[in-house]
């Protein structure tokens, strides 16, 4: 059986790039991985520190690490690809290939897709993320207007996450409203968001998930008991059916695919891109 393999997510910057393309790629593979991010490499000397970091954890698995780089400089790549390793650097096989086609060299300028590359996108983004935490779990409703979307659902169904992500990914205004036992028991919109309605989206959730969710919060406490998850689930669900209000199951949903959803479903116009 093979030793566990070490991958490396190289970058000049924060690394979040390498990641998700690496991430994406090795979900492939049932293998057992110990996964290492090098961010900031964006010079000889932590280059070196990096190919000595990688070499090490040859040494110590007896395999071959993978390194997955979003590397820019020349210098710094030629470095990293002396590692005895397996190399995926994303800039040559991407940015190449984009040259000859586009018949023009690449700027190869360092932090253009995570630096403050545009002040007014860095803005939006703050503006959406202060929106959200604003607006979050229903503290204040004065300014739905503004919203692109109102998140609703029972406690624990992702509402908040989903806000942020959306905020900071996208540059959506987004407000989250929890559904409270009292909306629950008497089945109607709250009146703070009948104005609104065309801007809601509903989150729910399977019961024992929400249960297990919940648990780890408030454990052994009635909030986190198996027949109120089912309780709020059912109103919850019965309620958006009858309000005719659009929603998902987030059960097996990452954050990154809920807050896609809803921005489909909803036909959200993103501001970052």
Known sequence: MSQKRTVFFVSDRTGI???TLGHSLLTQFAVELELVTLPFIDNAE???LALRQIEEANRASGEKSLVFSTVIDGEVRSIL??????IFDFFETFIAPLEQELKMPSSHMVG????MVDNTMYNVRIDAMNYALNHDDGVTTHHYSQADVILLGVSRTGKTPACIYLALQYGIFAANYPLTE???LHMGLPKSLEPHRHKLYGLTIRPDRLESIRSERRPNSRYASLRQCQYEIARAE????REKIPYSNTTSMSIEEIATTILHERKLKRRLY
């Not at 019965?238 to 059916?241: G, M, P, Q, Y």
Request: glycine share 4%; net charge neutral; proline share 0%.
């Open 112 to 115: 253009r897709s995570h630096g």
């Open 17 to 19: 790039t390498a990641e």
């Open 46 to 48: 932590r280059a070196h």
């Open 182 to 184: 009292e909306d629950l």
């Open 238 to 241: 019965t309620l958006f059916r």
């Open 81 to 86: 690809r002396s590692a005895d390793a397996v």
